[in-house]
């Protein structure tokens, strides 16, 4: 079946703009994730989506970032007046139910800010 | 706090050797310990995970070790091939939470 969507694979825009990052999991799947992987380093934990519940937002690094769930399936994350250091790929993962069960990832968004 | 320290952050191993990567974890209340493997320029993906109900899981020429008590977990690679090549990361969801957190990563080289 398909795998973890993402768009754009690749988003460059000027600091101060705002972007939109898409998600489409794995249908089926309740769990949905966000990281951050800046060049060379590890997965920074975003925020985490399950089913119906309050999202998880306490990875996300200020109030600039923001993310929605729509239906229970699409995923957006916004990142508002883009900073330079907000250059990063952005990963989407998701699993079956809880972080107890495999995460697929997505293949990324590479956002760059100029 | 939430918490996994990764240890080495980079590993050079000749074909044919072993390769061991320890993680160390904050929150005694985890049950759920994966390795995920990213190669250059892809996604990660999962390669083996282990449940607190057992001490040790292996697939193949991977393997990994838990010790509850001393709250960490290692990654065992035996006969390691250039394919083995890769970043790997541990990861660990703090007790009562539904998220990953992961370790900094290993940067494994496998020279022929």
């Known amino acids: 079946g398909a795998g973890v969507s993402q768009s754009p694979s690749n988003k460059v825009t000027e600091k101060g703009k705002d972007v939109e990052l898409r998600c489409d999991p794995i249908?089926?799947?309740?769990?949905l994730y966000w990281y951050r992987q800046s060049l060379g380093q590890g997965l920074e934990f975003l925020i985490y989506?399950?089913?119906?519940?309050?999202?998880?937002k306490s990875g996300l690094p200020s109030d600039r970032f923001s993310a929605e769930r729509t239906g229970g399936s699409v995923s957006t994350l916004t990142i508002q007046r883009t900073q330079q250091e907000d250059s990063a790929v952005y990963l989407c993962?998701?699993?079956?139910?809880?972080?107890?069960?495999?995460?697929?990832f997505g293949p990324g968004t590479r956002l760059t800010v100029t | 706090g939430e918490n996994v320290e990764q240890h080495p952050s980079t590993l050079s191993v000749q074909e044919g050797d072993s390769a061991v990567i320890k993680c160390t974890y904050s929150?005694?209340?985890?049950?759920?310990f994966p390795w995920y493997k990213q190669e250059l320029g892809k996604r990660p993906q999962l390669i083996i995970d282990?449940?607190?109900?057992?001490g040790e899981k292996k697939d193949q020429r991977i393997a990994v070790t838990l010790n509850k008590t001393a709250k960490h977990f290692s990654l065992h690679i035996t006969e390691t091939q250039p394919e083995d090549s890769a970043v790997y990361f541990c990861?660990?969801?703090?007790?009562?939470?539904?998220?990953?957190?992961f370790g900094a990563g290993t940067r494994l080289a496998v020279h022929p």
């Open positions: 993962a998701s699993s079956r139910q809880g972080a107890s069960n495999e995460q697929y």
């Open positions: 249908s089926g799947h309740t769990a």
């Open positions: 989506f399950q089913g119906n519940s309050a999202p998880d």
């Open positions: 929150d005694s209340a985890s049950n759920y």
């Open positions: 282990i449940r607190s109900n057992v």
């Open positions: 990861a660990f969801p703090p007790g009562g939470y539904n998220k990953l957190i």
